[in-house]
Antibody
Framework: EVQLVESGGGLVKPGGSLKLSCAAS????????LNWVRQAPGKGLEWVSS????????FYGESVKGRFTVSRDNAKDSLFLQMDSLRAEDTAVYYCARVGDPSGYFYYFDYWGQGTLVTVSS | QSVLTQPPSASGTPGQRVTISCSGSGSNIGRNPVNWYQHFPGKAPKLLIYNNDKRPSGVPDRISASKSGTSGSLAISGLQSEDEADYYCAAWDDRLSGYFFGLGTHVIVL
């Protein structure tokens, strides 16, 4: 069974940093692209970042570009999101999600974690 | 705002058919497949439709979708109370090099 479990969320002050993790199991981790998606309170889903299976392609949403860094450790079946210079508007539930097509040609998210809450507040 | 436009809400009575539109442009829906997700507050989003009209296993056939040009559409037939949720269309945008969700449509079962 495919499972994605996020961790690392919490309360952080504006300007601070936080690193999220996503532990994967039940599939061949190093064959799939992965993504981070967030939902701010009362808002819709927002794509944050994507990383290809071998980390050679990385993309970021405009609102986090230059502040967030996505990475993965294929030896440990883990995905990460380093979040720096955090702002109040980064407050959200952060989900990791798997791209369903191993080739990455068709981009859709077939499995999602339950999410981890990040709160940026003084 | 988003590059994909959806109505904020849609409603119907049990048994009715509800449709949700998703309007994009040539750099997203015009070039790439549309996907649809169902989301209940506090839960993980669920893939409902991928590659314009494909249903993952477990999604009932009363859920259907289509794409034409730069727009997509999701239909829920035989509306049930458990269909009351938020629905998002999404697609990759080649010009912006990112994946975009619509702002979401809240479906209300009257």
């Amino acid at each position: 069974e495919v499972q994605l479990v996020e961790s690392g969320g919490g309360l952080v002050k504006p300007g601070g940093s936080l690193k999220l993790s996503c532990a994967a199991s039940g599939f061949n981790f190093n064959s799939y692209s992965l993504n981070w998606v967030r939902q701010a309170p009362g808002k819709g889903l927002e794509w944050v970042s994507s990383i290809s299976a071998r980390s050679n392609y990385v993309f970021y949403g405009e609102s986090v570009k230059g502040r967030f860094t996505v990475s993965r450790d294929n030896a440990k079946d883990s995905l990460f999101l380093q979040m720096d210079s955090l702002r109040a508007e980064d407050t959200a539930v952060y989900y990791c999600a798997r791209v369903g097509d191993p080739s990455g040609y068709f981009y859709y998210f077939d499995y999602w974690g339950q999410g981890t809450l990040v709160t940026v507040s003084s | 705002q988003s590059v994909l436009t959806q109505p904020p809400s849609a409603s119907g009575t049990p048994g009715q058919r509800v449709t949700i539109s998703c309007s994009g442009s040539g750099s997203n829906i015009g070039r790439n497949p549309v996907n649809w997700y169902q989301h209940f507050p506090g839960k993980a989003p669920k893939l409902l439709i991928y590659n314009n009209d494909k249903r993952p296993s477990g999604v009932p056939d009363r859920i259907s979708a289509s794409k034409s040009g730069t727009s997509g559409s999701l239909a829920i037939s035989g509306l049930q109370s458990e269909d009351e949720a938020d629905y998002y269309c999404a697609a990759w945008d080649d010009r912006l090099s990112g994946y975009f969700f619509g702002l979401g449509t809240h479906v209300i079962v009257l």
